[in-house]
C-alpha cells in the first residue's frame, strides 16, 4: 500500500505564514508608508499630516479562516489648524494608503494634533534650477528629437535632453 500523496504547496502559501510576524516586527509596512507619504497622500495633505506609526491589532488565534485579516491603525500627527480637515478627508487618506499597500492592511486613522516642522523625516529642498541650454545643445536636442511624430513625446524627450545636458554641464560627467 502506497503512502497518500500529498500535494505540493505553492510558495505563495508558504510565505505569508512564514515572514508576516518578522515583517510586522520590522514594521516593513509603516517604514513603506513614512518613506513615501507624500507620494502616497499627495503634496496638500502631506504639508500638514505626516505618519508617526502603524499599529498592528494584536494577533489572536484564528476562528475563522475565511475572515478577513484584522485591520491596522495608522496614527498621524497634524497641524492644529488642519484637523478638521483631515478628519474629513480620512476616508480618502484610507484609500490611498490601503491602495499603495495593495490591500486593505489600515482600517483606521488615529490623529495627534501638534505641529509636525520638528517630526518631518528629511528636509528636503527642491534642486536648483538647470542653467539655460547653450544654441549648441538646443540645436543638438532639437535634432535627436526631429523624427518623433507625436508632438507631446517630442515636448517631454526634448525637455529632458536639455536638462540632462544642463546637468553634464554642471557636474562635469
Known amino acids: 500500500m502506497q503512502p497518500p500523496r500529498r500535494r505540493a504547496l505553492a510558495l505563495s502559501d508558504l510565505l505569508p505564514g512564514a515572514l508576516g510576524p518578522a515583517a510586522a516586527r520590522q ?16 503634496r496638500e495633505i502631506a504639508a500638514f499630516a505626516i505618519p508617526q506609526k502603524l499599529a ?23 497641524e492644529g489648524a488642519f484637523a478638521l480637515e483631515v478628519q474629513h478627508r480620512a476616508a480618502e487618506i484610507l484609500e490611498r494608503v490601503n491602495a499603495h499597500l495593495g490591500w486593505r492592511c489600515v482600517g483606521q486613522l488615529k490623529f495627534r494634533q501638534g505641529p509636525i516642522a520638528g517630526f518631518r523625516l528629511s528636509r528636503r529642498t527642491p534642486p536648483p534650477a538647470l542653467p539655460a541650454a547653450t544654441p549648441a545643445e538646443s540645436a543638438k536636442v532639437e535634432a535627436a528629437v526631429a523624427p518623433v511624430a507625436e508632438p507631446e513625446l517630442a515636448a517631454a524627450l526634448e525637455r529632458l535632453g536639455r536638462a540632462v545636458l544642463a546637468r553634464r554641464r554642471i557636474t562635469g560627467a
Request: proline letters at 15%; aromatic letters at 6%.
Open 27 to 42: 514594521g516593513f509596512a509603516g517604514a513603506e508608508i513614512m518613506a513615501r507619504w507624500e507620494t502616497i497622500v499627495g
Open 56 to 78: 498592528a491589532p494584536p494577533r489572536g488565534a484564528a476562528t475563522d479562516p475565511d475572515a478577513p485579516p484584522p485591520t491596522s491603525v495608522l496614527h498621524l500627527r497634524v
